[in-house]
């Protein structure tokens, strides 16, 4: 079977990224020839040869996107595929992986959370517009498939675009567990080295590109607070201004416990560093570094706006708390002062993390529609 996975852009450090490389590595030896058609190519080496270049587009953001769907589809029409399954909200494809959940959803929540005199620029922004109506378009094409990555997706594909169930997997991300997995005690003391932290440090570990919605933000303003004096944090992540996060860091007086480690191709001397996870989401679908995090034995604190809540809550491997810094910042305490028993939890995780799950799930689907 030829296997297009489509993503526009394939940076080196971001989650969705390293579960396709994951995916297309797994899907290698199981008969599977996987390319990924793509505009923009960082990693890794070893899956250059099965990468489809699709020329970048000029203009403003919306017109690249336009350019990008156009030039996609010419590409996967033009390879032979078995099978097509995007990444991106576009039509004609056989599967839409929703890994970034609804787009109209997340745009409610940025709403939400902006001033109310800024809210209607979402609403006139062409490209929020484009991509609403790329969904609902593809929700029309009857022969389209899509696969949520959590139950919080599921139940957005049907609030929002109104799909019946029957269009609707749910496979949810795996980890590559022989790469995750609790850190020695010497890998411990040499991140911390890394990373200027001591062996007696309280420190919360994060990680995701887009400090906004992931909250970077939220998290440094929970650090200030009382309930976490003494805590330090490692931030691993991307963002298209990451001054600003150095500037509230410096604001709040935080530069000697708030460690700024940028985008890391490997976030595991972030985890092997840490005593325990937040992620603040504003809107995160399945965020791949909390499950490499519970993988590695780490608790999670964590939104109801991630779709890992569920699982971190029934499974007692953490917190599911309010964006509000005090609440936060108790959340993040709280777990810090239970994290041996929440750790065990993380753990008994495990084997429903494993990618191979995931991987056969995924090969049961092609099987049937194929």
């Known amino acids: 079977m030829k296997l297009a996975i489509v993503r526009r852009r394939f940076g080196r450090a971001g989650g969705a990224e390293r579960f396709i490389v994951d995916i297309m590595r797994a899907l290698e030896g199981r008969g599977v020839d996987a390319r990924l058609v793509s505009e923009h190519f960082e990693t890794p080496d070893d899956l250059l040869p099965r990468w489809t270049r699709v020329p970048e587009s000029s203009g403003g953001r919306t017109a690249r996107l336009r350019g990008f769907e156009r030039r996609a589809r010419e590409a996967v029409a033009a390879g ?29 929540r940025l709403k939400r959370e902006r001033a109310w005199w800024r809210r209607p620029f979402l609403d006139l922004d062409p490209f929020h517009r484009h991509l609403i109506e790329t969904e609902k378009r593809m929700a ?16 957005e594909l049907q609030d929002w675009l109104g799909l019946p169930a029957s269009r609707i997997h749910t496979i ?9 997995r609790p850190a020695t005690a010497e890998a411990r003391l040499e991140a911390r080295r890394a990373f200027d932290l001591s062996p007696q440090d309280t420190v919360v570990a994060f990680a995701g590109s887009g400090f ?42 935080l530069e000697r416990r708030v460690k700024l480690a940028g985008a890391l191709p490997d976030v595991r001397p972030v985890l092997a560093a840490a005593d325990l996870f937040a992620l603040p989401t504003l809107y995160d679908p399945m965020p791949n570094a909390a499950l490499e995090a519970l993988a590695s034995g780490l608790p999670v604190v964590t939104t109801e706006d991630a779709g890992v809540a569920g699982m971190i809550r029934d499974g007692g491997a ?23 028993g929440m750790s065990g939890a993380a753990l008994r995780l495990r084997p429903a993390l494993d990618l191979g799950g995931a991987v056969g799930q995924w090969l049961a689907l092609y099987d049937e529609l194929t």
């Open 80 to 108: 032979g595929f078995t099978l097509v399954q995007t990444h991106e909200r576009m039509t004609g494809a056989d599967i839409f992986r929703a890994g970034d959940g609804v787009h109209a959803a997340w745009v409610d």
């Open 140 to 155: 029309k094409e009857s022969g389209m498939l899509f696969v949520a990555n959590s139950d919080l997706v599921a139940r």
């Open 172 to 180: 949810a991300n795996g980890v590559d567990l022989s790469r995750f």
């Open 212 to 253: 906004e919605r992931k909250g970077a933000f939220a998290l440094v303003e929970a650090l200030a607070r009382p309930a976490l004096q003494g805590v330090c944090a490692v931030i691993a992540g991307g963002d298209r201004d990451p001054r600003a996060l150095a500037a509230q860091v410096r604001r709040l007086g």
């Open 318 to 340: 953490g917190l599911v708390a309010s964006r509000r810094p005090e609440e936060l910042a108790q959340a993040i305490a709280a777990v810090a002062d239970g994290r041996a």
